[in-house]
């Protein structure tokens, strides 16, 4: 299972190594949604939601469906800039049912909804689906998936469907706010390394070749054999062209283990990738790993735990996006919730599957960064 990102006829120099402020912020944001995902950062995020003023923790968590599962294509960006304000500048670009949909995406956990039009940078126009801003049927499918993820979804997707333009006002104010409140300051400290690794990643590239680069950025990485494509090793199938666009690698302290990918149609390609190295894991009793490895062995239960690693899911949703039946994807849960992989709660009429993160870490940092990127 791969994403491939075809790169033929691409020139050298459309192959692109650099730092963006607002990804990484959107980082420090995943990691302050999910801490369980970077137990590593523990420390720095109980710190700074200590130090947060009351309103800019309550904006937060209205709108970190953004970048709690999942991140906007949007907050990704595929032209870095210097600067935060800079790179805001170009999201506020972004026409209405573009923005839309690719929160929708992010808030709803639904692979239905793509970009209804190309960024500016696309270089041709695509089919657009029908928009949630002004077809009835698919306004009411983004309400009903927001409703099954829980009140708050629900209501931020209500918001933004009936006031697209406060809405991203509001969004990115309490961006600026985050920049003030604490990420101007981690981002001084994280500079240095993300420069470091850039002048690696550039030369690599300039004096030996994109494969060599690549194979820099992660194992996971690699150069197709005939030099064609690019194979991120994610578990889903996927695939998406850089033809005419360019790909660019943007490099982040604060995503780690994450390896994250932009490959919706109409946007370019964006591979952000961690800096650091993962920490080493603690042996378990080899009972546990069997059991578990067990449980793991069929794909679809993998396919599974990826998407429940993007947060809580529902059977429903589970079943729509892997186009299963309810009944089959009841019977893999079952099996990764007696290995102790998965937890279950009820949430009015929903059950909720949420990862038993823990306990997957306990199986090696091999797998868990696996089914993390």
Known sequence: MTLRIDISGLPSERLRFAASPLAELTAMLHVLAEPGHHPHLAGWAGDVWAA???ELAER?????????SSQADFLIP???????????????????????????????????????????WSPSPLPSPPSPLTDARARERALDLAQARGGRQEAFAERLLADPAAVRARVRQTLEQCAEAFFDAAWAGVAVQLATDLRLKNDLLRHQGIGAALASVSGAVTLAPDGDCIVVDKLQDK????????VTFIPSVFGRPHLVAVHAPGW??????????????????????????EALAHPVRLRLLRTLARGPHTTGELAHTWELSPPEVSRHLAVLRRAGLLTARRHGRYVRYTLNLPDLTALGT???AAVLR
């Open 78 to 120: 595929a032209r870095p800039r210097p600067t935060l304000a800079e790179e805001l500048d170009d999201v506020d670009r972004i026409d209405d049912e573009t923005y839309v949909t690719a929160a929708l995406v992010t808030t709803c956990g639904s692979t239905r909804f793509h970009s209804a039009g190309p960024p500016p």
């Open 60 to 68: 937060l968590r209205e709108a970190e469906f953004l970048w709690r």
């Open 268 to 293: 370019q390609p964006v591979v952000q990738y961690p800096v650091a190295e993962p920490t080493p894991s603690e042996p378990v009793p080899l009972e546990t790993v069997s059991l578990r490895l």
């Open 239 to 246: 695939s998406t062209a850089a033809r005419g666009t360019g």
């Open 52 to 54: 947060l003023r009351p």
């Open 366 to 368: 091999d797998l868990l």
